[in-house]
């Protein structure tokens, strides 16, 4: 078969057009086809399928009785999923805000000839590399008021040191961010810290002949040439934040009560555990939602950006 | 290079900013490290020394039982027989898994970049908006689906649906490593009479190993590492270890075993772990290129 795409291939290409269509001309699409297929079905047509459920009465088994925007009233109406929301707000905010902040930071630190630097890098990262599952057992274990930090404060000799967050349900939404941040912070320090390799030394050497100090070379010329760094950071960080479902799953399972649910979760539990599919479908949608607004004006700023290059 | 901190006189000042450095850069190393060396601390005390002890005090002595207790003896939710059958599991899953979905990516990619027909890169634009949704849309359709396969709560279902959802990756990486080669290569070969298939083997894949590589270790991590789907769509005893873990430390009958829990969480995390250390250097270069590209 290779010999015959191969002899067609080339003829095709001496006569410049097809007299007609060969193996060879066909061939791309054909290994193509599969992926095509996959992706229009189980991208595009489960996402469809999916709001078209959220439309739906469907509990246990999908049921096509449509009911109009009634499971987005239910839900919008539903406490748990309104707790969930404003926990996404606060956990995605503090989890992006800090692993920005401390990602710039480490990575200028690091990118001052430290000796080791490899070695610390290395260190930074390696949170990266495990699953949020470990990462939520980990920490479950660091903060768990009884023997974790709090037992270790006190045998320090602080005394009234207290920390109970992980069972406070004011506090515990501060639980995922601390271990949210310890795993990705590393990450975003890579990322700048390949960026700022990636700043023109030329540049730099101007700026320092023109006498600016270090401080106002970082703040007026490399971190502004860091834009584009950034802005991936933050769709990265954004939709790691909204995907977030193994870390509450681990490390607090939504508890206490229904305090650390994530919107993730709520769609597994509604879905899969309280046969509630048409509202479950209709909190995915609202997280899909939630990805689009950030990730649509970044690919069209992004391509735009190619097209005038 | 910016390495604006050389400076030619050596101040008291920049001496002091340079403890200062060293100083808030080994703080943050302990931040990263301390929450690793206590879980294995932890690991090797017994449930006494817990009880009485800190987080950073150290066992008396070494006590591995409980990482034997944690590969194959501690309770998982229904059955009692340690975590090792699920890290098996997690093996038969993420082995074929990551050959079939970085195979897929590496001809996709190649036919996006050098074989591009009318569509293809509208295609390509379509494939990387799946790599961003919230696997939440499509996890019920996708339950149905496998129910309807007949592989609803098989390794193969697994496998399948890391798979479709592991190319959209596979994919970008490829082609991007593959932009670079150019098409007139491509052109050259097909005038000798090299055809589609002939040109990929001879002289595409030689020169793909790095990006190969790269791929490998990204999607063995994000298959590993996959919770979602390991509960979403497996069976009691198809458990990747990512669940079976959670559901050791989430059952407990009689007292906490934080010393089992924490054994059984570095056996989970040892192969993800071994390969950051081992190929550290392609693990980053997946990583920033999932994320500068994408």
């Known amino acids: 078969m290779n010999t015959k795409a191969a002899n067609s291939g080339s003829g095709q290409t001496q006569s410049g057009r097809p007299a007609r269509l060969s193996l060879a001309d066909w061939m791309p699409k054909i290994v193509m086809a599969p992926t095509v297929l996959v992706t229009l079905v189980c991208i595009y047509g489960y996402m469809i399928w999916t709001a078209v459920l959220s439309f739906t009465g469907s509990r246990m088994l999908p049921s096509y009785n449509f009911v109009g925007f009634e499971q987005y009233e239910r839900l919008f109406n539903n406490e748990r999923w309104m707790v969930a929301l404003s926990n996404l707000g606060i956990f995605g905010g503090l989890f992006i805000f800090i692993c920005l902040f401390l990602g710039v930071t480490l990575a200028i630190f690091l990118d001052q000839k430290i000796r080791a630097e490899g070695a610390i890098r290395t260190i930074y990262l390696y949170p990266m590399a495990i699953s949020f599952i470990v990462t939520g057992t980990a920490w479950k274990w660091l903060l768990n008021p009884t023997n974790g930090l709090e037992k270790m404060m006190v045998d320090f000799g602080f005394v009234n040191f207290k920390f109970d967050w992980l069972i406070n349900p004011d506090m515990v939404v501060y639980c995922l961010v601390i271990a949210a941040v310890w795993q990705a912070s590393g990450f975003v320090m890579a990322l700048f810290l390949a960026g700022l390799r990636g700043v023109d030394g030329d540049l730099i050497k101007a700026a320092h002949l023109d006498g600016a100090s270090t401080f106002t070379t970082y703040r007026r010329i490399i971190l502004p040439s860091l834009k584009p760094v950034f802005f991936s950071a933050l769709v990265v960080l954004s939709h790691i934040a909204i995907k977030s479902f193994d870390l509450v799953a681990a490390l607090t399972n939504g508890g206490p009560g229904y305090a650390s649910d994530l919107p993730a979760n709520f769609m597994y539990t509604y879905t899969f555990t309280r046969s509630q599919i048409g509202l479950g479908s209709a909190s995915a949608m609202v997280m899909l939602g939630c990805v689009l607004a950030i990730l649509v004006p970044y690919l069209y700023s992004e391509l735009r950006g190619k097209r005038h290059e | ?294």
């Open chain 2, 1 to 294: 290079m910016s390495n604006n901190a050389i400076s030619r006189k050596t101040s008291g000042v920049d001496k002091a900013l340079r403890v200062a450095l060293y100083t808030v850069l080994l703080v943050a190393a302990a931040f990263y490290l301390i929450p690793f060396i206590v879980m294995l601390i932890t690991s090797l005390k017994d449930v006494e020394e817990i009880r009485t002890g800190n987080l950073l005090s150290l066992p008396a002595a070494l006590n591995f039982d409980s990482w034997a207790k944690a590969w194959s003896s501690a309770c998982t939710g229904s059955s009692c027989g340690g975590i090792s059958p699920y890290f098996m599991n997690s093996f038969q899953i993420v082995l074929p898994a990551v050959a079939i979905s970085t195979l897929v990516g590496a001809i996709n990619g190649y036919v996006i970049s050098l074989w591009k027909f009318r569509g293809s890169d509208l295609f390509f634009a379509a494939m990387l908006v799946g790599c961003f949704i919230p696997f939440q849309v499509i996890l019920l359709p996708m339950a149905q689906t496998l129910g309807w396969l007949g592989i609803a709560n098989t390794t193969s279902g697994l496998v399948f649906v890391h798979v479709v959802y592991g190319v959209a990756f596979t994919t970008l990486f490829f082609r991007n490593f593959y932009q670079s080669i150019p098409g007139e290569l491509v052109k050259a070969a097909r005038l000798d009479g090299a055809g589609f298939f002939t040109i990929f083997y001879r002289i595409i894949l030689p020169v793909s190993t790095p990006i190969i590589v790269v791929t490998v270790i990204w999607q063995f991590t994000q298959i590993w590492n996959d919770f979602l789907f390991g509960v979403a769509f497996s069976g009691f005893d198809t458990q990747p270890v990512t669940v079976a873990l959670n559901n050791l430390v989430n059952t407990s009958f009689g007292g906490k075993e934080y010393n089992v829990d924490m054994a059984a969480a570095i056996i989970a995390a040892l192969p993800t772990l071994a390969v950051y250390v081992f190929a550290g250097k392609y693990f980053v270069r997946g990583l920033t290129a999932g994320a500068v590209k994408g």
